[in-house]
T-cell receptor
């Protein structure tokens, strides 16, 4: 099983550029989310989705857009990259039962210069 | 979201026991989790405990839950150098009809010979 697949693993952007971080899961999980991880800040929730067609904002949504057209995919879009968005981004998925642990992707390391 | 607090660092000698502590705020949390993050990797679910339990043991791992004090701990017996990683405590809180995990900032466990 592939689990949660994130692409790309590394990316360097110039300020103002746009890009999409891809996330796909093959476990038929309804819940998917995006986190960013910064030194000393732990994981902060950006956006999440509880099913296809349903998304909501997390703790730090500004500067990011998401959509969920299928159960499998949950892309994260940066419309106009800023240096403050330099971070490691993790996608996670989980079942709707609260006893389900969440499965994480291996991360995308993004640098905005 | 709710706050989950952890100390940032813990250093132990190989063979000793490690105890990583966590406090949480949402008394309605039904499940609490421990995740492990090795360098350059995503988070991996280690174990979880249901809120009506006081203790859960899984090989070298022991999870203790004190609901009155909202305190969760992870004990690793016979700590090995391969246990060096960042450990995250997480609780689930309800947002509308969704269950959203909230993570602490992570505790960096350093195991030295």
């Amino acid at each position: 099983n592939a689990g949660v697949t994130q692409t790309p693993k590394f990316q360097v952007l110039k300020t103002g550029q746009s890009m999409t971080l891809q996330c796909a899961q093959d476990m038929n999980h309804e819940y998917m989310s995006w986190y960013r991880q910064d030194p000393g800040m732990g994981l902060r929730l950006i956006h999440y989705s509880v099913g296809a067609g349903i998304t909501d904002q997390g703790e730090v949504p500004n500067g990011y857009n998401v959509s969920r057209s299928t159960t499998e995919d949950f892309p994260l879009r940066l419309l106009s990259a800023a240096p403050s968005q330099t971070s490691v981004y993790f996608c996670a998925s989980g079942g709707t039962g609260v006893n389900y642990g969440y499965t994480f992707g291996s991360g995308t390391r993004l640098t905005v210069v | 979201g709710e706050d989950v607090e952890q100390s940032l660092f813990l250093s132990v000698r190989e063979g000793d026991s490690s105890v990583i502590n966590c406090t949480y705020t949402d008394s309605s949390s039904t499940y609490l989790y421990w995740y492990k993050q090795e360098p350059g990797a995503g988070l991996q679910l280690l174990t979880y405990i249901f809120s009506n339990m006081d203790m859960k043991q899984d090989q070298r791992l022991t999870v203790l839950l004190n609901k009155k004090d909202k305190h969760l701990s992870l004990r690793i017996a016979d700590t090995q150098t391969g246990d060096s990683a960042i450990y995250f405590c997480a609780e689930i809180f309800r947002s509308g009809g969704s269950y959203i995990p909230t993570f602490g900032r992570g505790t960096s466990l350093i195991v030295h010979p």
